[in-house]
């Protein structure tokens, strides 16, 4: 399985590909998608579309998992974010990939068991996760996509974007995933 991972921005978004495999979990791609700051807003959308439609060509995901903007002190950033997760989301249901969302405290818990853990604490955990090396190598908001990816990987396709009740529903529909 190929899971497609976005964390949606208006200036930069992060994006990774990860494939899964039984247990095993490797980085194929990421990186961020840098956008002008000079351009309209419905002209960044185009640009992280067809950033996204290129990803998805070359990578063909079975799934696309994108971070939800949940919070936020201004109505306009909110907006914007909304748009942003709204082109990623449009960018995979047009070449018929599901597409799942989960909130940043998801993304965090699945990945470091601390739904409130900073940037930086992802980025270190999903180094380690998939024996990355140097942490700080990688952006910030890539880590971040990689983190949204690696959620829906321990989440499973059978339940997208739902959760466990306990672990010992984990561990019955994922055997292969304990030690």
């Known amino acids: 399985m190929i899971i497609l991972g976005v964390d949606p921005g208006s200036h930069i978004s992060g994006f990774a590909v990860v ?5 095993s979990e490797v980085l194929l791609d990421a990186g961020i998608i840098r956008v002008s700051t000079k351009s309209t807003h419905q002209l960044r959308l185009k640009q992280i579309y067809d950033a996204l439609t290129g990803l998805i060509a070359s990578h063909r995901p079975d799934y696309c998992a994108v ?8 109505p306009q950033s909110m907006l914007k974010l909304g748009r942003v997760q709204a082109t990623a989301m449009l960018a ?8 799942v969302e989960y909130s940043p405290k998801q993304v965090k818990k699945s990945v470091t068991g601390n739904g409130n853990a900073s940037k930086e604490q992802v980025r270190y955990m999903i180094a380690s996760i998939l024996s990355l090396g140097d942490a700080n190598a990688l952006p910030l908001d890539a880590s971040d996509a990689v ?5 829906h990987a321990h989440r499973g396709p059978e339940t997208p974007g739902g959760s466990y009740r306990d672990w010992a529903d984990f561990v019955k529909d994922n055997p292969e995933r304990t030690r």
């Not at 971070?67 to 201004?74: A, L, Q, S």
């Not at 983190?147 to 959620?151: E, F, N, P, S």
């Open 67 to 74: 971070e939800m903007p949940v919070y936020g002190n201004n």
């Open 92 to 99: 995979a249901l047009n070449r018929e990939i599901p597409v």
């Open 147 to 151: 983190a949204v990816a690696l959620c």
């Open 19 to 23: 494939r899964c495999e039984g247990a």
